[in-house]
């Protein structure tokens, strides 16, 4: 299934995945800012990166060094090993940083970098075991290898956020009004609250409806907005493809969907759409605008 999917139906454990979301931290060296990803191969840790705006981190000189340790390294583990942005894939040899700047510092540790196996063309950040000297150097390491990664961006990545586009439909008076909830953008590896309002306070039965398009109907089967009045809703729209359904029962006027965001750092910059269609009486229908939410960190 893929992260949109898994995005959409919900097939996560949000609670679990919040204090994993990653935490930015500015240095005072360089004014850049740093996060700590959990394990992943080092390609995977610089497509991050990438996604963040950025790449693995950049180590430019011996203050750049001790920061980094002292920010991540705190209570590690000897043999811990974080990856940063060296490497020498494209020739043997021949260190470079991937963010393209020019290497005028280097720390590798004893023996380092060995290539050992004929293949460690990725450097990362080494807590050497006392028994080898001890303290925080470099090392090279596998393409297969799962470490944590150093990502490195000049800007803060965007958190996420929500707009509102187009235009609902009154039912008995009211025309719902679909937002998110504030302080709470869609961020990977946290929960999010879309939230309708303005409805009356009888039972009503808000039908959340979450899509990949806001120009064309699941399938590309007709374009979007469509008429509903087709259907007997004079003044109604669907604004938003139906890849993903969910209904509730309220009688307080409002009512919310929680939607869990994977934590998966392909997901920053993806956009999905949701609209609501509030269910009053068999016979009486009205439909909120449209809403898009933009996935951040």
């Known amino acids: 299934m893929s992260p949109m999917h898994k995005l959409l139906f919900g097939f996560v454990l949000a609670g679990s995945l919040q204090a994993q979301t990653p935490q930015w931290i500015q ?8 996060a700590l990803l959990p394990a992943m191969t080092w390609a995977q840790g610089e497509q991050a990166a990438v996604a963040a705006g950025g790449h693995l981190a950049t180590v430019r000189n011996a203050a750049e ?14 043999d811990t090993r974080y990856w940063i942005g060296f490497t020498d894939e494209v020739a043997e040899g021949s260190w470079q940083w991937i963010s393209g700047e020019p290497v005028t510092y280097t720390n590798w540790g004893l ?3 060995d290539n050992a196996g004929g293949n460690q063309d990725y450097g990362a950040l080494w807590l050497i075991p006392n028994s080898y000297g001890g303290g ?42 679909l937002d998110g909830v504030a302080g709470e953008p869609p961020r990977i590896g946290a929960t999010t609250r ?6 009356p306070t009888q039972v009503t039965i808000p039908i959340f409806v979450l899509g990949l398009s806001n ?29 993903s359904t969910n209904f509730t ?8 969907y929680t939607l869990a965001v994977p934590l998966s750092y392909t997901l920053p910059g993806f956009v999905f759409y949701a609209q609501a269609f509030v269910l009053y009486t068999p016979t009486v229908v009205a439909v909120s605008n449209g809403l ?4 951040g960190y």
């Open 249 to 256: 029962i309220t009688t307080t006027g409002q009512a919310e």
């Open 27 to 34: 240095s005072p060296l360089n004014n850049r800012f740093y």
């Open 194 to 199: 879309m939230r309708v309002t303005n409805l």
């Open 136 to 177: 925080w150097r470099w090392s090279d390491d596998y393409s297969t290898s799962v470490l944590p990664s150093i990502v490195e961006v000049a800007l803060l990545p965007p958190v996420g956020s929500y707009a509102t586009f187009g235009s609902g439909c009154m039912g008995q008076g009211l025309i719902p009004a």
């Open 111 to 113: 023996w380092e970098p």
């Open 292 to 295: 898009i939410g933009t996935v």
């Open 65 to 78: 060094h001790v920061w980094l340790v002292q920010t991540f390294g705190v209570g590690a583990a000897q």
């Open 215 to 243: 120009t064309f109907a699941s399938g590309a089967t007709y374009a979007l907005p469509f008429d509903l009045g087709v259907l007997g809703w004079p003044g109604c729209s669907q604004l938003v493809s139906t890849e």
